[in-house]
């Protein structure tokens, strides 16, 4: 397996791990200095051990299924809709893995939604 | 140069032709049946012609640096710091390429930025 399959393999458990609160299994993706970043909330989980319990701990009955895995070398990005009860919200995550395959960095992005801006009401149909 | 690596071309290209308003360059790597989607504002353009237009048109003084481009096969994920002044948002951007190798679907978010929710502040810095 190359370098970029290795990765989405990687990535793939890690959501999978998620989704069923297999944290040994998530645990053991990661690398001990993993960073978790939320750019929109400036927030920031150093060190494996604290993200584990961020996740452990994160409110609410959660799911995730992956819309697309992208992965690169060493790099990826998911596509992610994470579903709590009916509510649908989209991630965009974006990891980079060290030397020995496990995730170093994850920088996610929820975005959420937003009327559009007046005059593109030519240009756009809408959903 | 195998697909990946055209992806990745493609997609630098499409950024960097963008930035300098290159319109022809940008609609040469666009098929003629693109379709463009914000899931955020549910809004969809169909079609070179109106996607062309709606970035020729886009208001203000903004400009777009490559954060990072993930290509894998004939997928991409792009994310971007776009910025309008002293203004910058991120941008997430997820590509789907044709048998042709052009840019055939693109779905764009711009997460905003929000308040950490309560509860988690013993587990994450803010920057």
Not at 87 to 92: I, P, R, V
Request: charged share 30%.
């Amino acid at each position: 397996m190359d370098e970029t399959a290795s990765t989405r393999s990687t990535i793939e458990a890690y959501v999978t791990c998620a989704e069923r609160r297999d944290w040994e299994g998530f645990g053991a993706l990661l690398a001990e200095d993993v960073v978790y970043e939320m750019p929109q909330s400036r927030e920031r989980i150093r060190g494996k051990p604290a993200y584990l319990q961020f996740n452990r701990d994160y409110p609410g009955d959660w799911h995730l299924e992956v819309r697309r895995i992208v992965a690169d070398g060493r790099h990826a990005a998911a596509w992610i809709d994470a579903r709590v009860g009916t509510e649908h919200q989209d991630a965009c995550v974006w990891f980079e893995l060290s030397d020995q395959g496990l995730i170093s960095r994850i920088t996610d992005y929820w975005p959420e939604p937003y009327d559009p801006p007046p005059g593109r009401e030519h240009l756009v149909e809408r959903w």
